[in-house]
């Protein structure tokens, strides 16, 4: 038994120095293999515990298992220091050299424009409402008084999707006015929304032209709500938007839902700068009665008006730029103007 008590201080302490002297964790695994691995120096000395006479067992036992554990929770300080060191930059660090700045991202001009005009009209009480860009027939043009004789669906030709058998075939919505006919089948009328949305048509993308655009949707149907109406909300929200020097012309003009009709103009600093005393912005009119009668509103209780505008033509007369095109290529020589 003296012979093997005789053993255990010394070697702790030669392996104490080794897990001590372990320069990274690969030597530190090395060393724990060469002391307590199977064949290690210290797992050794266990073993012979087994030769000892019965009655010196336990004394022998209690004092090398004190020092396994000892060399043991030396190992996991050690390996915790190693671990750190391995965590921390190889390089110095320099702490006089400017921070790094995070680049910002920004909001895409078209959102940026979408929310202006939402802001304005939040302000005299319009709410934002949605709808699907994948429509069906009734929705996009029939109930909005355009069968599908009707000329008026050759301007707006659009991408059809296949259906399965027997449901109506799907499409791209082609005008954020469906969405009039969802939320007025939904609820009850006074209604007083607008909608900012993306719309298709099958159009061939030029200067002015994208085969996907955005628009804005205004819907407002009370009691005895007229022309006048229409006249001065949306000439508060392009003084809003395109400065207070704007001024508002309306022409006749035909939609199929809506009588009458017309086309707004508008005339301010920035369409003089682009050469024009007046440029058309909008579509607008007074809720056709067969529109009503399709959703079920009475048109001789309920009369409203509605409209819609294009977002890209009103950005790109608001900041100046001459391509549609641009607002969808993702180049950010162009977007981190905005
Ligand atoms: N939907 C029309 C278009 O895309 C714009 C429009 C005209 C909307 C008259 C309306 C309206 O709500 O009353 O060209």
Redesign the pocket.
């Known amino acids: 038994m003296a012979a093997i008590l005789d053993q255990i201080e010394p070697l702790k302490q030669a392996a104490l120095a080794e897990f001590g002297a372990a320069s990274d964790l690969t030597a530190l695994e090395q060393a724990r293999v060469s002391y307590l691995g199977s064949n290690g120096k210290f797992t050794a000395l266990m073993k012979q515990l087994g030769s000892l006479p019965k009655e010196e067992k336990p004394a022998a036992g209690k004092v090398i298992n004190s020092a396994k554990a000892e060399l043991e929770a030396a190992l996991a300080r050690r390996r915790e220091e190693l671990e750190l060191k391995a965590a921390l930059p190889k390089e110095p660090t320099d702490f006089t050299l400017p921070g790094r700045r995070r680049v910002l991202g920004r909001l895409h001009p078209l959102t940026q424009v979408t929310e202006a005009i939402v802001r304005s009209f939040r302000k005299i009480g319009f709410v934002v409402a949605d709808g699907p860009e994948v429509e069906d027939d009734y929705h996009c043009f029939d109930a909005l008084n355009t069968p599908a004789d009707h000329p008026a669906r050759d301007t707006?030709d659009t991408f059809y999707l296949a259906a399965p058998a027997g449901a109506a075939p799907a499409l791209l919505r082609?005008?954020?006015?469906s969405v009039?006919i969802r939320v007025m089948r939904k609820q009850p009328p006074p209604v007083r929304i607008i909608v900012p949305g993306r719309?298709y048509r099958r159009d061939n993308a030029d200067a002015t032209h994208n085969p996907t655009f955005q628009?804005v949707?205004?819907?407002y149907v009370d009691r005895q709500v007229t022309v006048g109406d229409l006249k001065g909300t949306v000439e508060f929200v392009f003084k809003e938007l395109m400065g207070p020097d704007t001024r508002i012309r309306f022409r006749p003009h035909y939609?199929s839902?809506?009588e009458p009709?017309f086309e707004i103009d508008f005339s301010s600093a920035l369409t003089r700068k682009m050469g024009k005393e007046w440029l058309e912005i909008?579509?607008?009119?007074m809720?056709h009665p067969q529109v009503f009668e399709n959703v079920g509103y009475d048109p001789e209780v309920w009369t409203g008006?509605?409209?819609?505008?294009g977002i890209e033509r009103i950005a790109m007369i608001r900041y100046g730029i001459n391509d549609i095109r641009l607002f969808y290529q993702n180049d950010l020589r162009f977007l981190s103007q905005f």
């Open positions: 707006q082609t005008h954020t006015s009039q719309v628009q949707e205004g819907l939609f839902y809506t009709s909008a579509g607008c009119g809720v008006w509605a409209f819609g505008f």
